[in-house]
């Protein structure tokens, strides 16, 4: 059997949950990583993909968190998702990009060591 990883709580020790350790991987983690890299200069190709993975990842999480309770960050998801979409693009030059990719993926990485340290009780 295959043990969970461990963290710890203010209260002790606690199991972290698989099943949110796989969500932020997959949805963030490539957000993170197509964030960093947005800083160079690559096709537009490489943007749109990179809105259309920020933009399923902030759809994907603002109704996860709205199912869980937490709406003001499914606002906060949501307003990125908007901001990002590939359909009706916000149009800006690449320098006025880099600062909100940079914090975006900053909000991405917080977010996900928020949701990982969770109490584990919650969803």
Known sequence: MRRPALYLEPGGLAIMNPKRVWEVALTMLGAILLLIASNGR????????LRLVITV??????WRVYQVGLWAWSWVFAAVALLLNPFLPIRMQRTQWQPIDLWLGVLAFVWCGYWLIRKRGAA
Request: no cysteine; aromatic share 36%.
């Open 42 to 49: 690559h096709p537009y190709g490489f943007y749109m993909l």
């Open 57 to 62: 990842g902030a759809v994907y999480w603002a």
